[in-house]
């Protein structure tokens, strides 16, 4: 069974004389353990279906499945639990500029309630795992896209989700830094079995990370399956 279901995804936005449908009929199955790339161009749905994966924002028809919950019976505080297992990484990273690397990891972790010096071994094991371990005092603004980029990640992963969520990710990044963030995320994925989404306008991306793939244009599901599949077609 699936970790992640999206069934019949509908996101429209009304305004007052024109409603723009950014989804239609979007049908997915993610399992877990998968690393699946959804791929499209600039205006296809991409942040939409971010947004509605974690229902940050409510589609207008369908619903999603996380695990055994559907997310359109859930009440707020119902939704906030759901989220907990869902981590996220940005394009523009997103760190707090007036925390260190370590204060920025154990952040989501003093939300959870969790002690500051369980924090900070927290911390040091991510750093670890992401490689930074020389980092800790350093505030964001010393640290190259590619180590803030690492900071986000051991962030995202601080509180042990199921499921990462990466939007856009690489997109600020250069192609050897976009490389070899893209190889921690698979180690990450192979270590910890956790649930990667990658969400991308660059095929390369994809073709370098992911097992299935997902292409959407103009709100519709194009394509589906596994990316050697799906890429080798005419
Ligand atoms: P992508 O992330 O792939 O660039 P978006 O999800 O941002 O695509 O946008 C999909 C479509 O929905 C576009 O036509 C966009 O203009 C429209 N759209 C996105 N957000 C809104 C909004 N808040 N209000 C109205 N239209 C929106
Ligand atoms: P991206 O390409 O990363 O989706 P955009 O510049 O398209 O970024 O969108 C930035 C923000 O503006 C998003 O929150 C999106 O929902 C909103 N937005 C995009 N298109 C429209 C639109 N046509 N009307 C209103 N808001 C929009």
Redesign the pocket.
Same mark, same amino acid.
């Given at each position: 069974t699936p970790l992640i279901k999206l069934v019949d995804l509908e996101?429209k936005?009304i305004?007052q004389n024109n409603a723009?449908t950014?989804?239609s009929g979007i049908n997915l199955d993610i399992l877990k353990g998968d690393i699946f790339g959804i791929i499209?161009?600039? =205006?296809? =749905?991409?942040?939409?279906?971010?947004r509605c994966i974690n229902f940050l924002e409510k589609p207008t028809g369908g619903t999603v499945i996380i695990g055994d919950k559907d997310l359109s019976l859930l009440n707020d505080k119902e939704l906030r639990s759901v989220r907990q297992e869902i981590g996220m990484i940005f394009q523009q990273f997103n760190l707090l500029m007036q925390r260190n690397v370590e204060d920025n990891i154990c952040f989501p972790l003093e939300i959870s309630g969790m002690s500051k010096s369980e924090g900070r071994k927290r911390a040091s094991e991510l750093l670890e795992l992401v490689g930074l371990s020389d980092k800790k005092k350093s505030y964001p603004s010393q640290l190259s896209g590619g180590q803030k980029q690492r900071v986000a990640i051991a962030r995202a992963l601080a509180t042990n989700p199921d499921i990462l969520l990466c939007d856009e990710a690489t997109s600020a990044l250069d192609p050897t830094t976009t490389r070899s963030i893209l190889g921690l995320l698979k180690d990450i994925n192979k270590k910890l079995g956790i649930t990667i989404i990658i969400?991308t306008?660059e095929m390369a991306v994809v073709e370098e990370i992911c097992n299935q793939v997902a292409i959407?244009d103009k =709100?519709r599901l194009a394509e589906t399956g596994k990316v050697e599949e799906v890429f080798s077609k005419p």
């Open positions: 996101k936005y305004s723009v950014a989804l499209g161009m600039s =205006g296809a =749905g991409k942040s939409t279906l971010v969400i306008h959407i =709100g």
